[in-house]
């Protein structure tokens, strides 16, 4: 149990276009999603912190504007990045913690890497 | 600012040496602890974690960590690696219960490269 997919596991898009990613919990319900970035031989960084129903919570630095976080249900959030920049190119990771869950354990997704020509 | 650092960014080894990566926290409150692997073209997967009890932790594949209150450390274990244990090792550390507050704050990481 504890899967987290993510959609699509890469994407190559044009300067100046949105993407968007989708981070799923396939066999549980997630209140709380997180969304990192993870730049080459870095570690993850945390962008925001999503709440199904309410809104994300920014990491100090990360541009609410740009990076919009969606947590419309229990079993799933999105990121968009909007009118991306070659800057934007990384590997955006996403989590979830379990609803009900005792302990505070994130499960990851596979990641999504982005590429901004 | 709450941090962690794992000290060793390479560590290169034998099969059947013992391994141990160091990971140490900088925040004075009551602290969860993780350590996760990250295989080759795989994504991230607990390895295992700290809470509260025994200090001494056993996770899967072998591996375990003591926590060290005293010392801010959560070291990783192994007696005896695998080639199959080739992967990137992070430790991380979870402040703030609850809410949207909570999060986990991860060290750099650490490339394990066992050599057959």
């Known amino acids: 149990g504890a899967v987290v997919s993510q959609h699509p596991s890469w994407v190559i898009c044009k300067s100046g276009t949105s993407v968007k990613i989708e981070c799923r919990s396939l066999d549980f319900q997630a209140t709380t999603m997180f969304w990192y970035r993870q730049f080459p031989k870095q570690s993850l960084m945390l962008m925001a912190t999503s709440n199904e129903g309410s809104k994300a919570t920014y990491e100090q630095g990360v541009e609410k504007d740009k990076f919009l976080i969606n947590h419309a249900s229990l079993t799933l959030s999105t990121l968009t990045v909007t009118s991306a920049h070659p800057e934007d190119s990384s590997f955006y990771i996403c989590?979830?913690?379990?609803?009900?869950?005792?302990?505070?354990?994130?499960?990851f997704g596979p990641g999504t890497r982005l590429t901004v020509l | 600012a709450q941090s962690v650092s794992q000290h060793n960014h390479h560590v290169i080894l034998s099969e059947a040496a013992s391994l141990e990566l160091g990971c140490n926290y900088s925040?004075?409150?009551?602290?969860?602890l993780f350590w996760y692997v990250q295989y080759p073209g795989q994504h991230l997967q607990l390895l295992l974690k700290y809470f509260s009890g025994d200090p001494l932790v056993k996770g899967i594949k072998g591996f375990e960590a003591e926590f060290i209150k005293s010392k801010f450390s959560f070291n990783l274990r192994k007696p005896s690696v695998q080639w199959s244990d080739t992967a990137e090792y992070f430790c991380?550390?979870?402040?703030?219960?609850?809410?949207?507050?909570?999060?986990?704050?991860f060290g750099t990481g650490t490339l394990l490269a066992v050599q057959p």
């Open positions: 989590s979830a913690r379990r609803r009900l869950a005792g302990r505070n354990t994130q499960y």
């Open positions: 991380a550390v979870n402040v703030g219960y609850g809410g949207a507050t909570n999060k986990l704050i």
């Open positions: 925040y004075g409150g009551t602290v969860n």
